[in-house]
């Protein structure tokens, strides 16, 4: 879709009951796949954006600023976010960009209405600090908002330290930033490996970070199915059981039924999970072996053989 062809955006997806989005609102979160891009979209161009803010201070201040830069003098904005997961602190950040608004609380959101002035101050610094960079101590590009974008989480740590070479064909489900990837591509013996995240900012920068011939880099939702894999040696996943900031268990069970599914008789999953999940049923129903490789530092590596 071209960026130009439209005039109302929606970023995430805001409670119906605390919005009223048109039906012709285009969605422009990085989170749904398909969506095009905020940065895309030119500047001055919207009558209306509508945004679910993110939790993240800087995320959330980066995608204020895109939406006020995509906003025509005039232009209408509705931010929203949870009490505790932002929202107290939207409408001070608003008039921070030179954007003073309006503010309601209603079912623990904070709702903040703003009218883009003429003028808008300190936009510059905030596309800056959330937009894609290089960090020194993972030496990876990255970006606001990816999971563990500025350091190793410890799940994917542990895994690492216990990942054997592997070969044939296989994925990394949820691949962030390519961190276990680029690990599983240092064996020669890896012929292929599909790498798919919902994330479209991680999915830009796997594929700056993993330049290898080898690999094959997706935006999709995993859960969804329809994956076109089938037959694979191997898969690596380190799952999300989070959704909107809340813990939801069926999103790694959703990616054990997926790489069931896309593995051959005998290929295997190697997944790293907390170690409170309780992964144990699903792996045990899907897989005809199931080995505990390792728990420390509560986290928990399974080896599964299809």
Request: hydrophobic residues 40%.
């Given at each position: 879709?071209?960026?130009?062809?439209?005039?109302?955006?929606?970023?995430?997806?805001?409670?119906?009951?605390?919005?009223?989005?048109?039906?012709?609102?285009?969605?422009?979160?990085?989170?749904?796949?398909?969506?095009?891009?905020?940065?895309?979209?030119?500047?001055?161009?919207?009558?209306?954006?509508?945004?679910?803010?993110?939790?993240?201070?800087?995320?959330?201040?980066?995608v204020l600023a895109q939406?006020?830069?995509?906003?025509?003098?005039?232009?209408?904005?509705?931010?929203?976010?949870?009490?505790?997961?932002?929202?107290?602190?939207?409408?001070?950040?608003?008039?921070?960009?030179?954007?003073?608004?309006?503010?309601?609380?209603?079912?623990?959101?904070?709702?903040?209405?703003?009218?883009?002035?003429?003028?808008?101050?300190?936009?510059?610094?905030?596309?800056?600090?959330?937009?894609?960079?290089?960090?020194?101590?993972?030496?990876?590009?990255?970006?606001?908002?990816?999971?563990?974008?500025?350091?190793?989480?410890?799940?994917?740590?542990?895994?690492?330290?216990?990942?054997?070479?592997?070969?044939?064909?296989?994925?990394?489900?949820?691949?962030?930033?390519?961190?276990?990837?680029?690990?599983?591509?240092?064996?020669?013996?890896?012929?292929?490996?599909?790498?798919?995240?919902?994330?479209?900012?991680?999915?830009?920068?796997?594929?700056?970070?993993?330049?290898?011939?080898?690999?094959?880099?997706?935006?999709?939702?995993?859960r969804a199915g329809n994956?076109?894999?089938?037959?694979?040696?191997?898969?690596?996943?380190?799952?999300?059981?989070?959704?909107?900031?809340?813990?939801?268990?069926?999103?790694?069970?959703?990616?054990?039924?997926?790489?069931?599914?896309?593995?051959?008789?005998?290929?295997?999953?190697?997944?790293?999970?907390?170690?409170?999940?309780?992964?144990?049923?699903?792996?045990?129903?899907?897989?005809?072996?199931?080995?505990?490789?390792?728990?420390?530092?509560?986290?928990?590596?399974?080896?599964?053989?299809?």
């Amino acid at each position: 879709m071209s960026t130009t062809s439209f005039h109302h955006a929606v970023y995430g997806l805001p409670p119906a009951e605390l919005t009223d989005s048109p039906d012709g609102a285009v969605q422009v979160s990085p989170l749904i796949p398909g969506s095009p891009r905020i940065e895309d979209v030119e500047s001055a161009s919207l009558e209306r954006v509508d945004v679910l803010a993110p939790a993240g201070t800087i995320e959330r201040r980066y995608v204020l600023a895109q939406a006020l830069r995509a906003l025509r003098p005039g232009g209408r904005l509705t931010a929203l976010a949870p009490k505790d997961r932002g929202g107290s602190r939207l409408a001070k950040e608003l008039a921070g960009f030179g954007a003073p608004a309006s503010e309601s609380a209603r079912r623990h959101h904070r709702i903040c209405l703003v009218e883009r002035p003429e003028t808008v101050a300190n936009l510059d610094a905030a596309l800056e600090e959330g937009g894609p960079r290089h960090i020194d101590n993972l030496a990876l590009c990255t970006q606001a908002g990816i999971f563990s974008y500025d350091r190793l989480d410890p799940g994917s740590a542990l895994l690492l330290s216990l990942l054997p070479p592997l070969s044939g064909s296989g994925a990394d489900f949820g691949c962030g930033l390519g961190i276990l990837a680029r690990s599983v591509l240092h064996s020669p013996k890896v012929t292929a490996l599909t790498l798919i995240d919902i994330d479209r900012r991680a999915v830009e920068m796997a594929t700056r970070n993993v330049g290898d011939p080898r690999a094959t880099i997706r935006w999709a939702d995993i859960r969804a199915g329809n994956l076109g894999l089938s037959r694979l040696d191997f898969v690596v996943m380190n799952p999300p059981f989070h959704d909107g900031g809340s813990e939801d268990q069926a999103l790694g069970q959703g990616f054990i039924a997926r790489a069931a599914e896309a593995l051959r008789p005998g290929g295997t999953l190697w997944l790293t999970a907390n170690m409170h999940l309780p992964y144990e049923k699903p792996l045990n129903a899907a897989f005809k072996t199931v080995e505990v490789k390792a728990a420390s530092g509560g986290y928990k590596v399974f080896e599964a053989r299809k």
